[in-house]
């Protein structure tokens, strides 16, 4: 298999969010772990950033910090002091699955730090779609135009960063992982054990464990509890 022979309605866009604040920040704290990635760019101050698999990152203004889905992050808010601790910053919130089933993203080594230089053209696209969304325009156009911002973001990261090794093997596993997130997505509101989705992927519940955290990245219940969040969100 190779990414050319996926057929483009298997992509799909399903969260783009662009934003921004302009504040006062004395080293605000920020805990939270969400279900698509994250590009947030600080204009003026900083990012300190320290992430649940044990990365830790100390930026420079105008740099930002890349993270991929599911990822505990402690993000600390360092205002220019010289400014009166004013900080700006802006961010893309990105999530494209592959068959409805793979998180795109999630097959990139994502760089926790992204340069000021790499910045640029992201910056290009969060100011097209803030321009964008203030005007009135209810057309057909404006719809596609998001979904083209989207996807340009998508092909940004696709270039800023490379194939996890393992790529190719995790969209093998598509259809043993298939069962497993229809049973996830379809019982929210129920409860789900380890057992009932072993079954599903028709493995042990050991099997169970290491099939998941290998190609998922997050153990089963860490990860139906992020599903959870997000539909409730």
Known sequence: MSFSSIPLHEAQLEIFEVGSFDAIKRGDVHGKTCPHTIFAQAEQGRYEVTCGDGRHVMLAPREAFLTGANVPLRIVHHGDKAAGYRMRARWIHLHVTLYGIVDALSLLDLPLRVTARQCEPFGEIIEEFATREAQTDASF???????????????LLGELAPLRADAMEVLGQRHRLGPILHVMRNRLSEKITVADLARAAS???????????????????DYLKHLRLSEAS
Request: zero cysteines.
């Open 141 to 155: 156009g404006h719809l596609a135009r998001r979904s083209e911002l989207g996807f340009r973001a998508f092909r």
């Open 203 to 221: 493995l042990s519940v050991p099997q169970f464990h290491v099939f998941f955290r290998r190609y998922v990245r997050s153990s089963p219940m």
